[in-house]
């Protein structure tokens, strides 16, 4: 879990958080990284984790994901859900388990009745922020700390949750879209 400076993030991204207003970004795959993002006064909360649902049984797979997302978030504290949108390259079976993935993630959270559920491409998720949108994980995981230094994360599927998060976080009131 970090704590940062809200103004730290606007400063790094050239954004506007949204006061008081908390977040869940969801990078689908086999290992899921989530990340609530909250702000709370001058500060954003980042907790953050993965989700291995490593296993040859795809059923097994959607029901670990279904139970993880049911138990272990609170629906009344969470005002978006931002889901990585499924990107197609070569593999149709891989395309198809994602999108399986985040559908499901919608559906629990539609079902926990938040209201705010937003499917965002890794891409558009990253160009917002600034960062390399077509670029390998790793070449964005770098960017990103060198932008927020004070964020010490090894793990790259984390990055693109937090990335999603503060995706949500961000106060589009004003701007042009």
């Known amino acids: ?48 984790s993965f989700l291995d649902m490593s296993s040859k049984n795809k059923y097994h797979k959607y029901n670990t994901l279904i139970e993880y997302m049911n138990s272990n978030f609170n629906a009344s504290a969470i005002d978006c859900v931002v889901i990585e949108e499924t990107f197609f ?37 990253r160009k917002t922020l600034g960062l390399p949108s077509i670029k390998k994980k790793e070449v964005v995981h770098k960017e990103f700390h060198k932008l927020i230094p004070n964020i010490k994360i090894t793990d790259v599927d984390i990055i693109d949750a937090i990335i999603l998060a503060i995706n949500g976080l961000i106060n589009k009131q004003g701007l042009l879209m």
């Open 1 to 48: 879990m970090l704590k940062l400076p809200i103004n730290t993030i606007e400063k790094a991204f050239n954004i506007s958080i949204k006061s008081d207003y908390t977040v869940i970004g969801v990078d689908t795959a086999s290992r899921t990284g989530i990340c609530l993002a909250k702000s709370i006064g001058k500060h954003i909360i980042l907790d953050y």
């Open 89 to 125: 390259s070569r593999n149709a079976k891989a395309f198809q388990f994602l999108s399986r993935i985040g559908g499901m993630v919608y559906t629990v959270f539609y079902l926990k009745q938040v209201k705010d559920k937003q499917f965002i491409s890794a891409v558009q998720a």
